[in-house]
Antibody
Framework: QLQLQESGPRLVKPSETLSLTCTVSGGSISSSTHYWGWIRQPPGKGLEWIGSISYSGTTYYNLSLKSRVTISVDTSKNQISLRLSSVTAADTAVYFC??????????????WGQGTLVTVPS | SYELTQPPSVSVSPGQTASITCSGDKLGDKYACWYQQRPGQSPVLVIYQDFKRPSGIPERFSGSNSGNTATLTISGTQAMDEADYYCQTWDSRTEVFGGGTKLTVL
């Protein structure tokens, strides 16, 4: 059974960089048939897609966050990472990693991590 | 940018049919999927490619997508179906989520 687990600091100071890692177990991240994504959810609000990456490092990002976001992949560790710079209180959210199909017709996230709450104090 | 619109809330009596809509420009020309999210939990995929159910999802969950509207239908709604539901699609290399609908089973 594929499992995804987010990890990283739960508290980030304003203007600093948020860094999270998603470790995939029960399957290989080096699959050409899947992409891997980051999605966040502010407390009491809806889901917001941050960006996605393939095993080969092809990325695409939410345009509203693109200037601050970097997503990378480490196939040797079966991990994907998220960096979000210049954070503010508005970046406080539960951050999820998830697996997506690898083409336009499989535009759904079928496995999700449990999510991790990251707080940026105001 | 592309947008998906959902009603904030839908109410249904136990055993009845609940329908949750998701509207977007020519959404029927794209694939839509749906997630269920219970409080404090991660989203769970319940419908993909408009109407397909992942393994383990009860048959009472069904989906359709035509014109500008995708619809998630829950037949014989149970108390355990009370949750937030989100639609999602893909447009111009962007994943787009609807704002979510809170389903209340009265």
């Amino acid at each position: 059974q594929l499992q995804l687990q987010e990890s990283g600091p739960r508290l980030v100071k304003p203007s600093e960089t948020l860094s999270l890692t998603c470790t995939v177990s029960g399957g290989s991240i080096s699959s050409s048939t899947h992409y891997w994504g980051w999605i966040r959810q502010p407390p009491g609000k809806g889901l917001e897609w941050i960006g996605s990456i393939s095993y080969s490092g092809t990325t695409y990002y939410n345009l509203s966050l693109k200037s601050r976001v970097t997503i990378s992949v480490d196939t040797s560790k079966n991990q994907i990472s998220l960096r979000l710079s210049s954070v503010t209180a508005a970046d406080t959210a539960v951050y999820f990693c998830a697996r997506r199909g690898g083409d336009a017709t499989r535009n759904y996230f079928d496995y999700w991590g449990q999510g991790t709450l990251v707080t940026v104090p105001s | 940018s592309y947008e998906l619109t959902q009603p904030p809330s839908v109410s249904v009596s136990p055993g009845q049919t609940a329908s949750i809509t998701c509207s977007g420009d020519k959404l029927g020309d794209k694939y839509a999927c749906w997630y269920q999210q219970r409080p404090g939990q991660s989203p769970v995929l319940v419908i993909y490619q408009d109407f397909k159910r992942p393994s383990g999802i009860p048959e009472r969950f069904s989906g359709s997508n035509s014109g500008n509207t995708a619809t998630l239908t829950i037949s014989g709604t149970q108390a355990m179906d009370e949750a937030d539901y989100y639609c999602q699609t893909w447009d111009s290399r962007t994943e787009v989520f609807g704002g979510g609908t809170k389903l209340t089973v009265l």
